[in-house]
T-cell receptor, first 112, second 115 residues
Framework: GESVGLHLPTLSVQEGDNSIINCAYS??????FIWYKQESGKGPQFIID???NMDKRQGQRVTVLLNKTVKHLSLQIAATQPGDSAVYFC???????????WGAGTKLIIKP | GAVVSQHPSWVICKSGTSVKIECRSL??????MFWYRQFPKKSLMLMAT?????????EQGVEKDKFLINHASLTLSTLTVTSAHPEDSSFYIC???????????FGPGTRLTVT
């Protein structure tokens, strides 16, 4: 079936460096993509989203890039901080029923 | 804004009993609410989609008679796990979609342990 997947299950980054988390998707009909952050024992927290008519969107310290040609999504976190430690999920939707297809998740570890 | 709460945050129950989990959108009206289940170190698994005033739509493999969902108002949905078994132990998360928006906002989750 169609799915969203992640290239790296775990990513270790030095504090202060930039982090890049990648995601691949396979549903060509998806037109809405979201990144969530989930800390241990908590529900997912919305970080940033992007629609298929855009290639890039920036938030506070975060940037999402969408490459529709290769069906690739990435989340860039600038100046990574200890509080960024979490599991990051990408999710996609096609707007038909508001259901999301979830990726497997990437655990981000911050090294002091 | 866009705060979703869940109650309880954790619950322990005995096999054979039923447990009700509440999901509330505190500062917006939720046209649609979703219930997810998450196992340790795994992604979220959608259990059902619930629209206010109508019956929930369950995902394949989810027993609707075991996981009863009620979406009685635009700010409240409940999930009742009936005749709970140890294999029902999991982290249950709800999300709510505001009217007119695509975004889903998630609750903090409920840890269910069935002994």
């Amino acid at each position: 079936g169609e799915s969203v997947g992640l290239h790296l299950p775990t990513l270790s980054v030095q504090e202060g460096d930039n982090s890049i988390i990648n995601c691949a998707y396979s549903n060509s009909a998806s037109d809405y993509f979201i990144w969530y952050k989930q800390e241990s024992g908590k529900g997912p927290q919305f970080i940033i989203d992007i629609r298929s008519n855009m290639d890039k969107r920036q938030g506070q310290r975060v940037t999402v890039l969408l490459n529709k040609t290769v069906k690739h999504l990435s989340l860039q976190i600038a100046a990574t901080q200890p509080g960024d430690s979490a599991v990051y999920f990408c999710a996609e939707g096609d707007g038909s029923n508001y259901q999301l297809i979830w990726g497997a998740g990437t655990k981000l570890i911050i090294k002091p | 804004g866009a705060v979703v709460s869940q109650h309880p945050s954790w619950v322990i129950c005995k096999s054979g009993t039923s447990v009700k989990i509440e999901c509330r959108s505190l500062d917006f009206q939720a046209t649609t609410m979703f219930w997810y289940r998450q196992f340790p170190k795994k992604s979220l698994m959608l259990m059902a989609t619930s629209n206010e005033g109508s019956k929930a739509t369950y995902e394949q493999g989810v027993e609707k008679d075991k996981f009863l969902i009620n979406h009685a108002s635009l700010t409240l949905s409940t999930l009742t796990v009936t005749s709970a078994h140890p294999e029902d132990s999991s982290f249950y998360i709800c999300s709510a979609r505001p009217r007119g928006y695509d975004e889903q906002y998630f609750g903090p989750g409920t840890r269910l342990t069935v002994t």
